[in-house]
T-cell receptor
Framework: AQRVTQPEKLLSVFKGAPVELKCNYS??????LFWYVQYSRQRLQLLLR??SRESIKGFTADLNKGETSFHLKKPFAQEEDSAMYYC?????????????FGKGTLLTVNP | DTGVSQNPRHKITKRGQNVTFRCDPI?????LYWYRQTLGQGPEFLTY????????KSRLLSDRFSAERPKGSFSTLEIQRTEQGDSAMYLC?????????????FGPGTRLTVL
């Protein structure tokens, strides 16, 4: 069965410090992974996906199949990065593309 | 473009009552998903539609739950004989096309409280 693990419920850093939000997954097929973000009082939105290999708002994430990880990183955190972050794995079996989410990490960036 | 909308945003009901939620996806999106999120958890998949066809239901969806998507447009999720354990945020998402790279856009959710 597929599973996504985010080991940290809470993460607190100071502005300008590097930040890394951890995500590990378990999946028998070829994984497709995403990071979703939810800012205060806003809806869940896609931050980035591994297949795009892009940097969004200074965040990057590299898929490491050997370690089954997809950690989210940013070299210099900003206060506006404070939000709930969810790692998600796409189940692409058959024609269903449902997402399996981790429990989320609440990032707080202090001034 | 207002994105995915959900109504109501909040619902408080007594145990044993029936409730119905509505989701309006982005207009051209043919795929529609329902997820449930409880406190301290990430969203969990409930069910999925492609156009008007309900193609998969999670084991989380007991027989008290039913979802429809008539005409492949808006969708409704009904919970009969609500229980306190049904209290959660119910999220709807939609996506375009049948490709695996299409982003799922989420609505604001309906928060259900069962007293």
């Amino acid at each position: 069965a597929q599973r996504v693990t985010q080991p940290e419920k809470l993460l607190s850093v100071f502005k300008g410090a590097p930040v890394e939000l951890k995500c590990n997954y378990s999946y028998s097929g070829s994984p497709e992974l995403f990071w979703y973000v939810q800012y205060s009082r806003q809806r869940l939105q896609l931050l980035l996906r591994h297949i795009s290999r892009e940097s969004i708002k200074g965040f990057t994430a590299d898929l490491n199949k050997g370690e089954t990880s997809f950690h989210l990183k940013k070299p210099f955190a900003q206060e506006e990065d404070s939000a709930m972050y969810y790692c998600a794995l796409l189940n692409s079996g058959g024609s269903n593309y449902k997402l399996t989410f981790g429990k989320g990490t609440l990032l707080t960036v202090n001034p | 473009d207002t994105g995915v909308s959900q109504n109501p945003r909040h619902k408080i009901t007594k145990r044993g009552q029936n409730v119905t939620f509505r989701c309006d996806p982005i207009s051209e999106h043919n795929r529609l998903y329902w997820y449930r999120q409880t406190l301290g958890q990430g969203p969990e998949f409930l069910t999925y539609f492609q156009n008007e066809a309900q193609l998969e239901k999670s084991r989380l969806l007991s027989d008290r739950f039913s979802a429809e998507r008539p005409k492949g447009s808006f969708s409704t999720l009904e919970i009969q004989r609500t229980e306190q354990g049904d209290s959660a945020m119910y999220l709807c998402a939609s996506s375009l096309g049948d490709g695996r790279y299409n982003e799922q856009f989420f609505g604001p959710g309906t928060r259900l409280t069962v007293l």
